[in-house]
Protein backbone atom coordinates (compact mmCIF):
# COMPACT_ATOMS: atom_id res chain seq x y z
CA UNK A 1 0.00 0.00 0.00
CA UNK A 2 1.11 3.73 0.36
CA UNK A 3 3.07 4.94 2.32
CA UNK A 4 1.68 7.73 4.47
CA UNK A 5 2.71 10.88 6.12
CA UNK A 6 1.23 9.47 9.37
CA UNK A 7 2.61 7.13 12.02
CA UNK A 8 2.86 3.47 11.17
CA UNK A 9 0.76 0.66 13.26
CA UNK A 10 0.27 -3.05 13.78
CA UNK A 11 -2.46 -3.42 11.02
CA UNK A 12 -4.83 -6.57 10.44
CA UNK A 13 -5.02 -7.58 7.19
CA UNK A 14 -6.10 -11.05 5.29
CA UNK A 15 -6.50 -12.26 2.21
CA UNK A 16 -9.79 -12.94 0.59
CA UNK A 17 -10.43 -13.64 -3.24
CA UNK A 18 -11.60 -10.54 -3.85
CA UNK A 19 -8.47 -8.52 -2.73
CA UNK A 20 -7.30 -7.78 0.46
CA UNK A 21 -9.30 -6.91 3.80
CA UNK A 22 -7.91 -4.73 6.67
CA UNK A 23 -9.71 -4.87 10.16
CA UNK A 24 -11.54 -1.42 11.28
CA UNK A 25 -11.69 -1.93 14.99
CA UNK A 26 -14.11 1.16 15.20
CA UNK A 27 -16.55 -1.29 13.36
CA UNK A 28 -15.05 -4.22 14.64
CA UNK A 29 -14.75 -6.47 11.48
CA UNK A 30 -12.75 -6.48 7.94
CA UNK A 31 -13.45 -4.23 5.57
CA UNK A 32 -12.42 -3.66 1.79
CA UNK A 33 -8.85 -2.45 1.77
CA UNK A 34 -8.96 0.38 -0.46
CA UNK A 35 -6.72 3.28 -0.42
CA UNK A 36 -9.06 5.59 0.82
CA UNK A 37 -9.63 2.58 3.52
CA UNK A 38 -5.62 2.54 4.36
CA UNK A 39 -5.58 6.67 4.94
CA UNK A 40 -8.94 6.26 7.23
CA UNK A 41 -7.39 3.01 9.48
CA UNK A 42 -4.17 5.05 9.97
CA UNK A 43 -5.67 8.46 10.92
CA UNK A 44 -7.90 6.88 12.80
CA UNK A 45 -4.95 5.14 14.87
CA UNK A 46 -2.91 8.43 14.95
CA UNK A 47 -5.98 10.61 16.56
CA UNK A 48 -6.56 7.65 19.07
CA UNK A 49 -2.72 7.01 19.81
CA UNK A 50 -1.53 10.51 18.80
CA UNK A 51 -4.48 12.88 20.30
CA UNK A 52 -5.90 10.45 23.08
CA UNK A 53 -9.42 10.54 21.46
CA UNK A 54 -11.35 7.40 22.99
CA UNK A 55 -12.10 5.23 20.26
CA UNK A 56 -15.31 4.66 22.15
CA UNK A 57 -16.15 8.01 20.80
CA UNK A 58 -15.55 7.65 17.00
CA UNK A 59 -17.55 6.12 14.65
CA UNK A 60 -16.98 5.37 10.95
CA UNK A 61 -19.19 5.37 7.99
CA UNK A 62 -21.35 7.23 10.24
CA UNK A 63 -24.57 7.85 8.53
CA UNK A 64 -26.61 11.07 7.72
CA UNK A 65 -29.70 12.33 5.82
CA UNK A 66 -28.96 15.24 3.91
CA UNK A 67 -32.45 16.87 2.53
CA UNK A 68 -33.64 13.14 1.12
CA UNK A 69 -30.44 11.73 0.45
CA UNK A 70 -28.48 8.96 2.82
CA UNK A 71 -25.02 9.76 3.34
CA UNK A 72 -21.77 8.49 5.15
CA UNK A 73 -19.32 10.60 7.20
CA UNK A 74 -15.90 9.03 6.89
CA UNK A 75 -15.43 9.44 10.55
CA UNK A 76 -17.29 11.07 13.57
CA UNK A 77 -16.02 12.10 16.54
CA UNK A 78 -18.33 12.67 19.66
CA UNK A 79 -18.10 14.38 22.67
CA UNK A 80 -18.65 12.85 26.12
CA UNK A 81 -22.32 13.73 25.60
CA UNK A 82 -22.68 11.51 22.19
CA UNK A 83 -22.61 14.93 20.46
CA UNK A 84 -20.82 15.06 17.53
CA UNK A 85 -17.43 17.56 17.43
CA UNK A 86 -15.42 16.76 14.61
CA UNK A 87 -16.02 15.18 11.02
CA UNK A 88 -13.24 13.90 9.53
CA UNK A 89 -13.23 13.31 5.29
CA UNK A 90 -10.12 11.22 4.01
CA UNK A 91 -9.74 10.68 0.32
CA UNK A 92 -6.59 8.74 -1.20
CA UNK A 93 -3.49 9.57 -1.17
CA UNK A 94 -2.97 10.80 -5.12
CA UNK A 95 -6.13 12.77 -4.53
CA UNK A 96 -5.38 16.34 -4.15
CA UNK A 97 -6.96 18.11 -1.23
CA UNK A 98 -9.49 20.63 -3.33
CA UNK A 99 -11.86 23.37 -2.69
CA UNK A 100 -14.39 20.21 -3.67
CA UNK A 101 -13.55 18.25 -0.88
CA UNK A 102 -13.88 20.92 1.86
CA UNK A 103 -17.26 21.68 0.05
CA UNK A 104 -18.37 17.75 0.42
CA UNK A 105 -17.34 18.28 4.04
CA UNK A 106 -19.28 21.04 4.75
CA UNK A 107 -22.08 19.84 3.52
CA UNK A 108 -22.06 16.75 5.79
CA UNK A 109 -21.78 19.33 8.44
CA UNK A 110 -24.78 21.44 7.52
CA UNK A 111 -26.84 18.27 9.30
CA UNK A 112 -23.82 17.58 11.84
CA UNK A 113 -22.76 21.41 13.00
CA UNK A 114 -19.45 20.13 14.49
CA UNK A 115 -16.67 22.41 16.14
CA UNK A 116 -13.93 20.61 13.61
CA UNK A 117 -13.61 19.55 10.22
CA UNK A 118 -10.53 17.56 9.39
CA UNK A 119 -10.12 16.41 5.46
CA UNK A 120 -6.84 13.93 5.06
CA UNK A 121 -5.60 11.86 1.83
CA UNK A 122 -2.91 10.57 4.37
CA UNK A 123 -0.07 13.07 3.07
CA UNK A 124 -1.72 16.58 3.54
CA UNK A 125 -4.24 17.31 6.63
CA UNK A 126 -5.97 20.02 7.30
CA UNK A 127 -8.21 20.97 10.16
CA UNK A 128 -10.40 23.55 10.46
CA UNK A 129 -12.48 25.77 13.78
CA UNK A 130 -15.98 26.40 12.88
CA UNK A 131 -16.86 30.08 13.97
CA UNK A 132 -20.81 29.93 14.19
CA UNK A 133 -20.89 33.44 15.29
CA UNK A 134 -19.17 34.88 12.71
CA UNK A 135 -20.02 32.69 10.34
CA UNK A 136 -16.26 31.70 9.65
CA UNK A 137 -13.78 29.45 10.23
CA UNK A 138 -10.04 29.14 11.06
CA UNK A 139 -7.45 27.06 9.55
CA UNK A 140 -5.55 25.21 12.83
CA UNK A 141 -1.71 25.04 12.68
CA UNK A 142 -2.55 21.65 14.30
CA UNK A 143 -4.93 18.49 14.29
CA UNK A 144 -6.41 19.63 18.57
CA UNK A 145 -5.78 16.85 21.22
CA UNK A 146 -9.47 15.30 22.47
CA UNK A 147 -9.30 17.12 25.71
CA UNK A 148 -8.78 20.37 23.68
CA UNK A 149 -12.53 20.06 21.91
Known sequence: MYTLNLP?????????PDGLEIFDPLRRKYVSMTPEEWVRQHFVHYLISEKGYPASLMA????IRLNSLTKR????VYDNNLQ???ICEFKKPDVKITQQVFDQVMRYN???????????NGMSHYCCRMNYGEMKFDYLREIPEYGEL
Open 73 to 76: CDTV
Open 8 to 16: TFDTKIRKK
Open 84 to 86: PVV
Open 110 to 120: IVLKVKYLIVS
Open 60 to 63: NEAM
